[in-house]
């Protein structure tokens, strides 16, 4: 089982819509989280970091489950430019762990 | 955040030759960090490099295969020697966040070896 794993998507969402993903992470010693953007051939940029009480940034939301071992993203109100791939992220003793991605496709 | 730039942009090499990897950054930063992602793959950490000491590589990446070098707190250099077409991939560097344990990315540099 993989240390970080995410739905590969494609997430195909049209614009104005509300979308949510959800990633677990196997090893509860695991310490922060955080969610990147990846645009296609680009690297990958913090979008933001997920704290245990759960935390907003405009149209995103992040979240945060100890108990069942997930984080998640929403995003509402969905624009086209939110097209990419997000990157679920964790570290664990210093140790930054990626996850493959959920690639969303927002349709006009 | 550090503004981090990358050389090569890309290349395309031939097999059995090497290619270093130049990484910048507008500040100093203790730790930068090197990563490959091989197409439809997440990013995998290849070794942290450290200035003033050798890098910390992770499993299954080799000195003598990645070499790194750290002169100061604003550069580093990756070389991927003896280059195979299973080399092909895009390598990133990275440095940590100032805050906290978030990451800031180069551009990546796209290798095709053929």
């Known amino acids: 089982r993989k240390e970080v794993e995410q739905d590969p998507g494609p997430f195909n969402v049209p614009e104005g819509a509300t979308v949510a993903f959800n990633c677990t992470y196997s090893?509860?010693?695991?310490?922060?989280f955080f969610w990147y953007r990846q645009d296609c051939r680009k690297e990958p940029k913090l979008l933001m970091s997920v704290y245990s009480s759960g935390n907003e940034d405009g149209r995103f939301t992040a979240q945060l489950n100890r108990a069942s071992q997930y984080i998640s993203l929403l995003i509402r109100d969905s624009k086209l430019s939110d097209s990419a791939t997000y990157l679920c992220v964790v570290n664990r003793d210093d140790k930054i762990i990626f996850g493959k991605g959920t690639r969303l496709h927002i349709l006009p | 955040s550090a503004v981090i730039s990358q050389k090569p942009s890309r290349d395309i090499c031939q097999r059995g030759t090497s290619l270093t990897i130049q990484c910048q950054v507008d500040?100093?930063?203790?730790?930068m960090f090197w990563y490959r992602q091989q197409p439809g793959q997440s990013l995998t950490l290849i070794a942290t490099a450290n200035q003033g000491s050798e890098a910390t590589y992770e499993s299954g990446f080799v000195i003598d295969k990645f070499p790194i070098s750290r002169p100061n707190l604003t550069f580093s250099t990756l070389t991927v020697s003896n280059m195979s077409p299973e080399d092909s991939s895009i390598y990133l560097c990275s440095v940590g966040g100032v805050f906290g344990d978030e990451q800031y990315f180069g551009p990546g540099t796209r290798l095709t070896v053929t």
């Open positions: 090893n509860s010693a695991s310490q922060s």
């Open positions: 500040s100093q930063v203790t730790m």
